[in-house]
């Protein structure tokens, strides 16, 4: 279970937040400080408050190590190598996370800037999805995708759920939230409310 | 043999040339003739000061005095490698920070090649130690404006990058090395290009003023390579240092990129 307590990052002032599992979709309109709000749980970003994954402190252990547990991604990976692979471990586990992405083995070694945006995307989420972190805070993960593919996407989701793993994401997508959320929380006045499912 | 005596009318006749230009950009109204009879008379003033300066530490023949007169030189250096930064660190670490490495490392690096390559009596004589802190503190001093510019831009133009690679779980050197790298390499840049264009397209200062004051061309070039030796050394350690602690201060100990100990400046200030 992740626990957030006291957690401030301006404009939001979260008292307190628990997440045991499922899906959990934050939404609120653009602006509200949605992903700076992410990055602070990740430890990204100087912030004042007290996370704990599983009764364990984040201040307790190693900054590297939390963000092996609690991971953020970002709406627009970036990239240091030249191509996806680059930025990938050559295995089975990669391999078959990719096909169900519907990423070819091809496009692995092309590029990356001639790879479109919304494989660019599928990539980004691999990376950060193949060594199964705990948590999983997902930057609005399928706006640069068609609906076929958020498809694939919100069944891997879903399917790393079910195996208990902690997914909170930011979309702006209603019907995207209706498919897959298991729970909703507003940001109201820079406050955390529930919402209606 | 000693080199030819030069009085001061001979330094007239040898001004001519500047005289030329200076006034051919009044005729074609080039609008540099203010410029550089500035930076002419501030060669000579700047030069003479350096003569009584010179003419004094090398008469006290005191190594306190010449160390002071070092710590002089790398304090002005220190300042200019700030001003060279288009982001500069906020505090004292925009002096500190490239500085005391450079200092330091410059002044052990000296202290080596005086007792164990040269060897003059006494092993701080003035005569050798000031021009060669010169040469090693300019060339770190370049390599070290460089690669200190090049590391606070990288860190903010390919933040999101650095984001990734730390959200990944990597520890702020890791996410920092490509930074590191490129910056590294800019400041190693022009030493490497000295040494590969050394006598071929260049005949380096020391060598040049060696030669014309009348020392054995052989023995000039021996000189030369030492000196390029202890150059390479001190910008190479310098610049592990300075781009290490740069590292150390552009992130915590959350592993967390702090952007926010940067201020923009003007440049070149």
């Not at chain 2, 006598?199 to 380096?204: A, E, L």
């Amino acid at each position: 279970m992740l626990i957030i307590k006291n957690l401030t990052i301006l404009p939001i002032n979260v008292e307190r937040l628990e997440l045991k599992g499922g899906v959990t979709a934050l939404a609120a309109p653009s602006g509200a400080g949605k992903s700076r709000l992410f990055a602070a749980i990740a430890d990204l970003v100087v912030n004042e408050g007290e996370v704990s994954l599983d009764d364990v402190n984040r201040n307790d252990i190693a900054a590297t190590e939390w963000r092996k547990r609690v991971r953020y991604v970002s709406a627009e990976p970036s990239w240091w190598g030249n191509t996806a692979q680059d930025h990938l471990s050559d295995d089975e586990k990669t391999r078959q996370m990719a096909v169900r992405f519907g990423l070819t083995t091809e496009l692995f070694e092309r590029p990356i800037e001639q790879l479109s945006t919304g494989e660019r995307q599928r990539f980004g989420l691999l990376r950060a999805l193949v060594d199964e972190p705990r948590v999983l805070l997902l930057d609005e993960p399928t706006a640069a995708l068609d609906q076929d593919t958020s498809l694939k996407i919100e069944a891997e989701l879903v399917r790393l759920a079910g195996e208990g793993r902690i997914i909170f994401i930011i979309s702006h997508s209603e019907a995207q939230i209706e498919r897959i959320a298991t729970r909703v929380v507003n940001i109201i006045g820079g406050k955390l409310r529930e919402g209606k499912k | 043999m000693a080199s030819i005596y030069i009085d001061n009318w001979h330094i007239v006749l040898a001004a001519l040339a500047i005289f030329i230009t200076g006034a051919l950009s009044l005729l074609m109204q080039l609008g540099l003739a203010k410029s550089i009879f500035i930076a002419a008379t501030r060669m000579i003033v700047q030069l003479a000061l350096v003569t009584l300066v010179l003419a004094w530490v090398f008469e006290q023949d005191s190594v306190w005095v010449v160390l002071m007169l070092l710590l002089l030189m790398g304090g002005f250096a220190t300042y200019e490698i700030r001003a060279r930064q288009k982001l500069a660190f906020t505090g004292l670490w925009s002096l500190g920070l490239g500085g005391i490495p450079m200092v330091g490392v410059g002044i052990m690096v000296l202290t080596f090649t005086l007792t164990t390559v040269i060897g003059p009596e006494p092993w701080y004589a003035p005569r050798y130690a000031i021009p060669l802190f010169g040469m090693l503190l300019g060339n770190s001093l370049t390599a070290v404006a460089l690669a200190l510019d090049q590391i606070t831009r990288g860190a903010k133009q390919r933040q999101g990058e650095v984001n990734d690679r730390l959200a990944l779980g990597m520890s702020r050197t890791e996410a920092m090395l490509p930074i590191v790298r490129d910056a590294m390499a800019t400041g190693l840049l022009p030493i490497i290009n000295s040494m590969a264009a050394a006598g071929v397209v260049s005949i380096p200062g020391m060598m040049t003023g060696q030669i014309l004051a009348g020392a054995d061309p052989a023995n000039a070039v021996r000189y030369q390579i030492m000196i390029t030796f202890a150059i390479a050394g001190t910008t190479g350690i310098t610049l592990l240092l300075a781009t290490w602690l740069a590292v150390m201060r552009l992130t915590d100990n959350r592993h967390r990129l702090r952007l926010d100990r940067l201020r923009s400046q003007k440049y070149p200030a």
